[in-house]
């Protein structure tokens, strides 16, 4: 089964607005990381967070970490028409998974212009 | 860069008969993954390997699958016999360094009727 469930399945919105979703996972990780992918395409990164960061941003993107939890949210803010996509959590577990990335089930969000 | 490249795109194939990917990743990447999609399942980890070496090939389905990446820019998944349950787009990754981002190439449809 994958781990880390991703909230919500899916999000529609309207330009402008911002955009949360939220990724858990059950077991200790190394880092989280955030994909993107268009519809038809291959996956884009779009930020790493490692476990012992909190919170780290990249232009309107803002992904938090909170390890007691074992929770992660992706903020996009003032969203585009262009940011339509499929949004993946992706998880490095800890221990003898080093290197390897297991992917929640992903979001689809809609921009409405 | 010209990224990591699949081949071929789209495969339409009947039952049975046998279906070769092929994965280009990006030069000097020491780690390549294999991953399947499907809506069901989503992003399914296969197998991936460091310096050319499997290193997990728990997510591989069956004896069916078989990978390989006989030097560091070339890996090939195999099916064989293939089955309609094989149906999905299958992916190729590579990465600089374990904990590192993924970069994922366009990603090989297959439909096995």
């Known amino acids: 089964s994958q781990q880390g469930e991703e909230d919500p399945q899916a999000l529609s919105i309207q330009e402008g607005e911002n955009a949360t979703m939220n990724c858990s996972y059950k077991t200790s990780i190394n880092n989280l990381q955030w994909y993107r992918q268009n519809s038809g395409r291959g996956l884009v990164h779009l930020i790493l967070?490692?476990?012992?960061?909190r919170e780290k941003h990249s232009g309107r993107l803002r992904v938090t970490l909170d390890t007691s939890k074992k929770s992660s949210s992706l903020l996009i803010t003032a969203s585009r028409a262009a940011d339509t996509a499929s949004y993946f959590c992706?998880?490095?577990?800890?221990?003898?998974?080093?290197?390897?990335?297991?992917f929640g089930q992903g979001t689809i969000l809609t921009v409405h212009p | 860069d010209a990224g990591v490249i699949q081949s071929p795109r789209h495969e339409v194939t009947e039952m049975g008969q046998e279906v070769t990917l092929r994965c280009k990743p990006i030069s000097g990447h020491d780690y390549l993954f294999w991953y399947r999609q499907t809506m069901m399942r989503g992003l399914e980890l296969l197998i991936y390997?460091?310096?050319?070496?499997?290193?997990?090939d728990s997510g591989m389905p069956e004896d069916r699958f078989s990978a390989k990446m006989p030097n560091a820019s070339f890996s090939t998944l195999k099916i064989q016999p293939s089955e309609p349950r094989d149906s999905a787009v299958y992916f190729c990754?590579?990465?600089?360094?374990?904990?590192?981002?993924?970069?994922f190439g366009e990603g090989s449809r297959l439909t096995v009727l």
């Open positions: 967070i490692r476990s012992n960061e």
């Open positions: 990754a590579s990465s600089q360094t374990s904990s590192g981002e993924l970069f």
């Open positions: 390997f460091n310096n050319n070496v499997p290193i997990d």
């Open positions: 992706a998880k490095e577990e800890g221990g003898t998974s080093y290197g390897k990335l297991t």
